[in-house]
């Protein structure tokens, strides 16, 4: 574990949420495809320089195959996201974002045969009990109303299906910049999605997957339209590579992910002074525990 690595993984955690924000306020109105394209094309001209002035770092064919497994969970993801980010509200749908590191914890026991210890269980629990009291006021009448709420609220299901791609891409990440160099990897990967789904929505919509008529009208947006937001959510997605490229270099991966996903607190306090989200107590409440079960979770690996 090399010194430094907390502020650096912190500044990622606050780049995230300000980028979700950003496109949340800015274009929400489009598909969740043309929000895919915004997000990974607007950061290509802050990290293209760097491939272009630097000497690139010697690739083995691990990197290769790596990042060959990466690209489609990555774009999958990617869609997900963004169809949570706009039909839910900012506050009930990044939270979710927290199950990563549970998720890693189940991959572990089922691929590697990781036992969960008790302080590790304890964090399962801080988590999901977080979640439960993102939906506390719904839940007043029945104990049992904030998990339908859960069921009810498409955000926080996609968000859930996101959380768990995560738990894979992260630890691949980490991979391919051990067969490569953390700067390089950050703004090379970055460029390659911001090629790659543009291209994976263009062949969509021409041979008619999703909803033809709202890929046709939203698919593929025009940074000229608005070209202030699209430099807002650009450089803060490049501050979001970067820190956490360097920051999983500097330190364990899961810890890094665990301050990153502080990201929901952030963005919670997003929903309620941008978006003036109801019920902002609850969600707060719910993303702190959320928040302290990572925690235990990581101290507990």
């Given at each position: 574990?090399?010194?430094?690595?907390?502020?650096?993984?912190?500044?990622?955690?606050?780049?995230?949420?300000?980028?979700?924000?950003v496109l949340k306020a800015r274009f929400s109105r489009l598909s969740a495809a043309g929000m895919a394209v915004v997000r990974s094309v607007a950061p290509v001209p802050f990290l293209l320089p760097y491939?272009?002035?630097?000497?690139?770092?010697?690739?083995?064919?691990?990197?290769?195959?790596?990042?060959?497994?990466?690209?489609?969970?990555?774009?999958?993801?990617?869609?997900?996201?963004?169809?949570?980010?706009?039909?839910?509200?900012?506050?009930?749908?990044?939270?979710?974002?927290?199950?990563?590191?549970?998720?890693?914890?189940?991959?572990?026991?089922?691929?590697?045969?990781?036992?969960?210890?008790?302080?590790?269980?304890?964090?399962?629990?801080?988590?999901?009990?977080?979640?439960?009291?993102?939906?506390?006021?719904?839940?007043?009448?029945?104990?049992?109303?904030?998990?339908?709420?859960?069921?009810?609220?498409?955000?926080?299901?996609?968000?859930?299906?996101?959380?768990?791609?995560?738990?894979?891409t992260s630890v691949l990440g980490k991979r391919a910049i051990l067969h490569s160099e953390p700067f390089f990897f950050a703004c090379f990967y970055f460029c390659l999605l911001g090629l790659v789904v543009?291209?994976?929505?263009?062949?969509?919509?021409?041979?008619?997957?999703?909803?033809?008529?709202?890929?046709?009208?939203?698919?593929?947006?025009?940074?000229?339209?608005?070209?202030?937001?699209?430099?807002?959510?650009?450089?803060?997605?490049?501050?979001?590579?970067?820190?956490?490229?360097?920051?999983?270099?500097?330190?364990?991966?899961?810890?890094?992910?665990?301050?990153?996903?502080?990201?929901?607190?952030?963005?919670?306090?997003?929903?309620?002074?941008?978006?003036?989200?109801?019920?902002?107590?609850?969600?707060?409440?719910?993303?702190?525990?959320?928040?302290?079960?990572?925690?235990?979770?990581?101290?507990?690996?």
């Open positions: 574990m090399e010194p430094g690595w907390f502020p650096i993984a912190l500044v990622t955690a606050l780049a995230t949420a300000t980028g979700d924000m491939l272009l002035f630097r000497p690139w770092p010697a690739t083995d064919h691990i990197f290769w195959q790596t990042l060959a497994i990466l690209l489609p969970f990555e774009v999958l993801a990617l869609i997900l996201y963004m169809e949570a980010l706009r039909s839910s509200p900012l506050s009930l749908s990044v939270p979710f974002l927290a199950f990563t590191p549970v998720f890693i914890i189940l991959t572990g026991w089922t691929i590697l045969g990781e036992k969960v210890t008790t302080t590790g269980l304890l964090g399962i629990l801080l988590t999901v009990t977080g979640a439960y009291c993102l939906h506390l006021k719904a839940g007043r009448k029945q104990w049992s109303a904030p998990f339908k709420a859960i069921i009810r609220e498409r955000g926080s299901r996609l968000m859930l299906a996101v959380a768990a791609i995560y738990s894979l543009p291209t994976s929505v263009f062949m969509a919509r021409h041979i008619g997957l999703g909803s033809p008529r709202r890929l046709a009208a939203t698919g593929i947006p025009d940074p000229r339209s608005q070209p202030l937001s699209w430099t807002a959510v650009g450089l803060a997605q490049a501050v979001m590579v970067l820190s956490h490229m360097w920051a999983i270099h500097l330190v364990n991966a899961a810890y890094m992910i665990a301050v990153k996903r502080t990201s929901l607190l952030f963005s919670v306090v997003y929903g309620k002074i941008i978006f003036n989200e109801i019920d902002f107590k609850e969600r707060i409440s719910g993303a702190a525990l959320m928040v302290i079960g990572v925690a235990i979770i990581v101290l507990a690996s």
